[in-house]
Nanobody, 123 residues
Framework: VQLQAFGGGLVQAGGSLRLSCAAS????????MGWFRQASGKEREFVAAISRNGYYTDYADSVKGRFTVSRDDAKNAVYLQMNSLKPEDTAVYYC?????????????????WGQGTQVTVSS
């Protein structure tokens, strides 16, 4: 499956952004979808994930209550709504896909990755 993330940009602290990830190539509903991010000089980290059927979600503690992951299988897309953004949310955000039936946070378990989209939050 091919993935393409977009929707990043520059926003002030407290603002919102919605990232999108478009998938193509295979049956989208067969994949759990995840979002990861990598800040400059830091390792890439888990942000959020949503199960194949959309019933289950998982969030990193740092974004819980501020970010919401959702999917639209009819559009082969997954979204990350980011509210109450903080400067520490500044990073390149990546979407990923995995055929696993359960959600996992380990990057090594995710099979497909899109290119990143830059999110910059100014203070």
């Amino acid at each position: 499956v091919q993935l393409q993330a977009f929707g990043g940009g520059l926003v002030q602290a407290g603002g919102s952004l919605r990232l999108s990830c478009a998938a193509s190539g295979r049956t989208f509903s067969n994949y759990a979808m995840g979002w990861f991010r990598q800040a400059s000089g830091k390792e890439r980290e888990f942000v959020a994930a949503i199960s194949r059927n959309g019933y289950y979600t998982d969030y990193a503690d740092s974004v819980k209550g501020r970010f919401t992951v959702s999917r639209d299988d009819a559009k082969n897309a997954v979204y990350l709504q980011m509210n109450s953004l903080k400067p520490e949310d500044t990073a390149v955000y990546y979407c990923a896909a995995d055929e696993a039936l359960i959600l996992v946070r380990s990057q090594s378990r995710w099979d497909y990755w899109g290119q990143g989209t830059q999110v910059t939050v100014s203070s």
